[in-house]
């Protein structure tokens, strides 16, 4: 008995010694915790969503936009310039997306969509294209998986449809102190899920709205495929208020599975003016030769 106290006393007394020899304290940012925090529920929070949306019937849009290719799979990343440019929106689902090139500001890249099938011409390359919204088979040619859905889906947060599944889960994040860099700020976090369930088929996750405690507005976007991978990732920061509607101006829409992401600042936004037919109206010249997307 005496031995295995004697044991015990000198294995309490080496651990002290054990641990510094086997750990290693530095120093890392300190969090502190948000000043504000506002509590919602789920009903709240699909109610705000799906009010924002409706109010928008029309957008019309001044807006920078680059675009990154590359990652670490790549080893690389190209980075393209920035071009100035609009996008336009009328409900249901008209859409519009005009690019300029940098300073001779002619036209870089034109798409319009009637919600259903779009046009998009390529003046510089002489090509024009056609096809569904969505894609159906992806291309290896990003280009050509990037559909107007990318843009409208990304750009306005819809709330659930009446037949839709939603849920609720809270999460901590930690983003950088706006006013002092190196601070660091714990918040809680809302994400709302919104899945369908198909005949015959299991629940699958349509979209997570990923939502601020501090304002209760959305800072990312996941949206899935059907076969329950994410096809694309948008965050929303710098939001401006329009009457009584709060709107982000900065964007960033990544999309995983291409490798590439797209950047929108958008420099001026009118909402709910009027917006004629004729806006959302693309001829592609003649001559120029039509590729037609599945």
Not at 223 to 230: E, H, M, P, R, T
Request: hydrophobic residues 35%; glycine residues 6%; aromatic residues 8%.
């Amino acid at each position: 008995m005496k031995i295995r106290q004697g044991l015990a006393a000198g294995l309490i007394g080496l651990a002290p010694a054990l641990t510094g020899c086997l750990s290693h304290t530095r120093i890392v940012p300190k969090a502190r915790v948000a000043d504000v925090v506002m509590s919602t529920s789920l009903e709240q929070m699909a109610k705000q969503l799906a009010e924002r949306y409706e109010y928008i019937q029309t957008f019309n849009a001044s807006v920078e936009m680059s675009r990154i290719a590359g990652g670490a799979l790549q080893g690389k990343e190209t980075q393209s310039v920035n071009f100035s440019g609009y996008i336009l929106k009328r409900k249901p689902r008209l859409l519009r997306v005009l690019m300029l090139v940098p300073v001779v500001r002619t036209q870089a890249l034109d798409m319009v969509s009637d919600g259903e099938n779009f046009k998009l011409l390529i003046p510089p390359w002489k090509k024009a294209f056609v096809g569904t919204n969505t894609a159906t088979t992806q291309s290896k040619n990003q280009l050509e998986n990037l559909r107007p859905d990318v843009f409208y889906d990304s750009l306005f947060i819809q709330g659930p449809g009446p037949d839709q599944i939603i849920s609720m889960t809270t999460d901590l994040r930690i983003v950088e102190n706006p006013k002092k860099k190196k601070d660091l700020i714990e918040e809680p976090a809302y994400s709302l899920q919104i899945m369908d369930k198909p005949e015959g088929q299991t629940v699958r996750t349509l979209r997570v709205i990923h939502i601020n405690s501090t304002d209760l507005l959305p800072y990312q976007q996941d949206i899935y495929d059907k076969a329950g991978q994410v096809v694309t990732k948008a965050y929303y920061s710098d939001y401006r208020y329009y009457g009584n509607i709060p709107f982000p101006s900065n964007l960033r829409i990544e999309r995983p599975k291409e490798h590439y992401s797209l950047t929108v600042s958008i420099t001026k936004l009118t909402l709910n003016g009027h917006l004629d037919d004729d806006q959302f109206e693309l001829k592609i010249p003649e001559g120029i030769p039509i590729t037609t997307l599945k």
